[in-house]
């Protein structure tokens, strides 16, 4: 199963007949697999990666920091729903060091999302602190690597 999951996380695009083949399974066993996976929450969803930069569309991506207090009986779950339920957040983790939540949101300019983070993080009754950082560019992400020229193994361009 995790060799599975790891050649769709790679290419979400493969159909079961490719992955029978590369897995040399039956093609009704790796369907069954995905449907499993899919009812068990270990599939979520199927994305597109899409490099934004070389489109027309304008946006501005950014890290929210926040120093929260944990709720007595809920710890940080409460606060983590209340932030991840906004249209805004892409992406919220649970982090050690200075900070306790990270939110990942994208917004059409630097002050709508500074505009995010005052009236909406900002507000929640246990939030303590929070530290914005804009992302400048994007090199790679969830191992896609962002405007570079393919080589290969020896380092030689395409």
Same mark, same amino acid.
Do not use: C
């Given at each position: 199963?995790?060799?599975?999951?790891?050649?769709?996380?790679?290419?979400?695009?493969?159909? +079961? /007949?490719?992955?029978? &083949?590369? !897995?040399?399974?039956?093609?009704? $066993?790796?369907?069954? =697999? @995905?449907?499993?996976?899919?009812?068990?929450?270990?599939?979520?969803?199927?994305?597109?990666?899409?490099?934004?930069?070389?489109?027309?569309?304008?946006?501005?991506?950014?890290?929210?920091?926040?120093?929260?207090?944990?709720?007595?009986?809920?710890?940080?779950?409460?606060?983590?729903?209340?932030?991840?339920?906004? +249209? /805004?957040?892409?992406? &919220?983790? !649970?982090?050690?060091?200075?900070? $306790?939540?990270?939110? =990942? @949101?994208?917004?059409?300019?630097?002050?709508?999302?500074?505009?995010?983070?005052?009236?909406?993080?900002?507000?929640?009754?246990?939030?303590?602190?929070?530290?914005?950082?804009?992302?400048?560019?994007?090199?790679?992400?969830?191992?896609?690597?962002?405007?570079?020229?393919?080589?290969?193994?020896?380092?030689?361009?395409?």
């Amino acid at each position: 199963m995790n060799e599975l999951l790891r050649l769709l996380e790679n290419d979400a695009r493969l159909s +079961p /007949e490719a992955l029978a &083949l590369m !897995l040399d399974k039956e093609v009704g $066993d790796i369907k069954k =697999m @995905i449907e499993d996976a899919e009812s068990q929450g270990i599939i979520l969803g199927y994305q597109t990666k899409i490099d934004w930069d070389k489109t027309n569309r304008e946006y501005v991506s950014a890290m929210i920091e926040l120093k929260i207090t944990p709720q007595r009986d809920r710890g940080y779950e409460y606060i983590a729903q209340k932030i991840y339920n906004y +249209p /805004e957040v892409e992406s &919220l983790y !649970l982090m050690s060091g200075g900070f $306790d939540l990270a939110v =990942m @949101i994208k917004g059409k300019t630097m002050r709508e999302v500074a505009f995010f983070v005052a009236e909406k993080l900002a507000t929640i009754e246990d939030v303590i602190a929070t530290s914005t950082h804009f992302v400048l560019r994007k090199y790679k992400d969830n191992n896609v690597i962002y405007g570079a020229v393919p080589v290969d193994e020896r380092g030689h361009e395409f």
